[in-house]
């Protein structure tokens, strides 16, 4: 008979974090289903995913309970357990300033794998990830997709018994994202692997033979993706009004009715689930609208399980004030280009942003997309191109046009070591608030983010949700005109990517114009318009039926997102 290869029993996990107890973990019990295969770990940030990954390779000491890994007590064999898993962190785990290959041999060396066998193993990691013509690249020089498979072929140096991944496909594009999977199905079919996955994409958890739930350290739900949708039978719908521009007033209108338990865009519909079984022609009816049932996707299943389990509700978003609106286009690139040391990362762009506009910037890792962001914000010099923000040429006025956007990066840019507090008072000095004027935007910072409670609180213990209400506070202190937001939901659970983009559509409804870099495809369906970037150059620019549209082709007349950023990404690399 199978055993299970992680069992849970009563996992209690606490740490203290300026002064207060954080429970991670909550009398946590589960098995893994035996055998082979990928089991996916989701939860809300929180939830304590990360801790119990810790916890199962040994690396931590629960307060209470037992963890079992490979029939090995985690706690009091923690190093045979170190020996048999492969533990992949969140960023991979990689020392950039060493090359591929030197980064291999140091695994090999701490994994204990015998010099005689790893020219076999290497050989056959170069073929599974594709990374034998890089092997003397420094691993700070790879892109995102290629650290994500260097960090992997580290973990599988030694081959495991149990491969614990967590969260490895944050902040890498759909290409990258694919491949990892290829990789993972190969372990799982030719070496029998058991994988124990969490991720932020509710899309891949839908690709596990079984999903753990966690909310708050404790388990919610466990089964597999069928189980989580299928009592939402005859609760989804997909609601189209007569204007397909105005699909975000129709989502806050829907997500406002009582009967109504989720609404989010999907396309230029709104897709939404019902707190009970109902007639579309109810749901319909006082809105110009037609409403068409569709089959429950795992997300819904998702959504539905944390509300019943008590997850926080959304946010009663406040009001936005009108913000000095650029007129015309607020953002006008023209030419746009930048070369480092003869490598162009940029290569004559050509777009405008339209005032009040939410405009994407996607493209797979390498493309182009951060240099781009970090010239349009005045942050880097272009070689050449013309270019104009907030009515401001960014050649001859940088410090003006800075002083009308806000920024927030990738990760953030919080000090971590600073109070909740401290970070907003640094940020409204950094963009020369004094006085009682600082005093005010602080109070209004507390209350739109509900940051109050936390205001003593170290940024960096935040949980991430937190951790990006205050870089977004941040950014808005100064009330500036053009936000620009740098993949700003990347490894942030669904429930808080939901809070946040309703934030985003009420700053562009005050008339703030937004710039998005993203690699969630769905989120790509929530901007106005869009551009998708390949090697420095502009690939696809519309609205996000109109660049579907242009991967459509026959069998696949209406492609997600998802498909079509991928089906442009392979044309421009077979022409």
């Given at each position: 008979m199978s055993v299970s290869p992680l069992i849970a029993e009563g996992l209690r996990?606490?740490?203290?974090?300026?002064?207060?107890?954080?429970?991670?973990?909550?009398?946590?019990?589960?098995?893994?289903?035996?055998?082979?295969?990928?089991?996916?770990?989701?939860?809300?940030?929180?939830?304590?995913?990360?801790?119990?990954?810790?916890?199962?390779?040994?690396?931590?000491?629960?307060?209470?309970?037992?963890?079992?890994?490979?029939?090995?007590?985690?706690?009091?064999?923690?190093?045979?357990?170190?020996?048999?898993?492969?533990y992949m962190p969140q960023r991979f785990g990689l020392y950039e300033d060493l090359t591929v290959q030197e980064n291999l041999e140091l695994y090999a060396d701490l994994q204990g794998l015998p010099p005689a066998e790893r020219g076999a193993r290497?050989?056959?990691?170069?073929?599974?990830?594709?990374?034998?013509?890089?092997?003397?690249?420094?691993?700070?020089?790879?892109?995102?997709?290629?650290?994500?498979?260097?960090?992997?072929?580290?973990?599988?140096?030694?081959?495991?018994?149990?491969?614990?991944?967590d969260e490895?496909?944050?902040?890498?594009?759909?290409?990258?994202?694919?491949?990892?999977?290829?990789?993972?199905?190969?372990l799982v079919d030719e070496e029998g692997l058991a994988v124990l996955l969490s991720t932020a994409y509710l899309d891949e958890a839908e690709r596990c033979s079984d999903v753990i739930l966690l909310d708050r350290g404790r388990l919610v739900d466990q089964g597999p993706p069928g189980a989580f949708s299928a009592p939402l039978r005859g609760r989804t719908f997909l609601v189209r009004g007569a204007d397909a521009s105005a699909r975000r007033a129709?989502?806050?209108?829907?997500?406002?009715?009582?009967?109504?338990?989720?609404?989010?865009?999907q396309g230029e519909a709104v897709r939404i689930v019902t707190t009970?079984?109902?007639?579309?022609?109810?749901?319909?009816?006082?809105?110009?609208?037609?409403?068409?049932?569709?089959?429950?996707?795992?997300?819904?299943?998702?959504?539905a399980r944390l509300k019943d389990a008590g997850a926080p509700g959304e946010l009663e978003l406040p009001r936005v004030d009108a913000l000095r609106r650029t007129p015309g286009d607020a953002i006008e690139v023209e030419?746009?280009?930048?070369?480092?040391?003869?490598?162009?990362?940029?290569?004559?762009?050509?777009?405008?942003?339209?005032?009040?506009?939410?405009?994407?910037?996607?493209?797979?890792?390498?493309?182009?997309?951060?240099?781009?962001?970090?010239?349009?914000?005045?942050?880097?010099?272009?070689?050449?191109?013309r270019l104009r923000v907030a009515g401001v040429d960014l050649r001859h006025a940088a410090?003006?046009?800075?002083?009308?956007?806000?920024?927030?990066?990738?990760?953030?840019?919080?000090?971590?070591?600073?109070?909740?507090?401290?970070?907003?008072?640094?940020?409204?000095?950094?963009?020369?608030?004094?006085?009682a004027r600082v005093r005010e935007r602080l109070a209004w910072a507390f209350a739109a983010f509900e940051l109050a409670e936390l205001a003593d609180a170290e940024a960096g213990a935040l949980p991430l949700g937190y951790r990006q209400r205050l870089a977004m506070a941040a950014a808005l202190l100064h009330e500036p005109d053009i936000l620009f937001l740098d993949e700003p939901t990347s490894g942030v659970d669904p429930l808080a990517r939901r809070e946040f983009w309703g934030r985003i559509y009420a700053l562009a409804e005050g008339g703030v114009t937004v710039l998005v870099t993203t690699h969630f495809m769905e989120e790509a369906e929530y901007c106005d318009r869009l551009v998708i970037m390949a090697a420095g150059a502009l690939l696809a620019i519309g609205t996000p039926s109109e660049v579907k549209a242009q991967a459509a082709r026959d069998g696949t007349p209406a492609p997600t997102m998802e498909e079509a950023f991928i089906r442009l990404i392979e044309r421009r690399e077979a022409a």
């Open positions: 996990k606490t740490f203290q974090s300026a002064g207060r107890t954080v429970t991670a973990l909550d009398g946590l019990s589960f098995a893994m289903v035996p055998g082979g295969g990928v089991t996916g770990l989701i939860g809300p940030d929180g939830a304590g995913k990360t801790t119990l990954m810790r916890l199962a390779a040994g690396l931590l000491v629960p307060d209470a309970g037992r963890i079992h890994c490979i029939g090995l007590d985690a706690t009091r064999e923690s190093l045979a357990v170190q020996a048999a898993v492969g290497y050989a056959r990691l170069a073929e599974m990830t594709g990374l034998g013509p890089f092997v003397g690249r420094l691993a700070g020089r790879l892109s995102g997709g290629m650290k994500q498979k260097l960090g992997l072929a580290c973990t599988l140096v030694r081959p495991p018994r149990l491969l614990l991944l490895p496909t944050v902040g890498v594009d759909p290409v990258s994202r694919r491949e990892l999977w290829a990789i993972v199905y190969r129709l989502q806050a209108r829907l997500a406002a009715h009582p009967g109504v338990l989720d609404a989010v865009l009970e079984a109902v007639a579309p022609d109810r749901l319909a009816s006082g809105i110009e609208a037609t409403c068409e049932a569709v089959s429950p996707r795992f997300e819904d299943g998702f959504v030419g746009l280009t930048k070369r480092f040391d003869g490598f162009t990362a940029v290569d004559a762009l050509t777009f405008a942003v339209h005032a009040g506009e939410i405009f994407g910037l996607l493209g797979a890792n390498g493309a182009g997309k951060t240099t781009t962001f970090r010239m349009l914000c005045g942050l880097l010099p272009a070689s050449a191109g410090a003006e046009a800075r002083g009308r956007i806000g920024y927030m990066s990738q990760r953030f840019s919080l000090y971590g070591n600073l109070s909740v507090r401290q970070n907003l008072e640094f940020f409204a000095r950094t963009y020369g608030l004094r006085g």
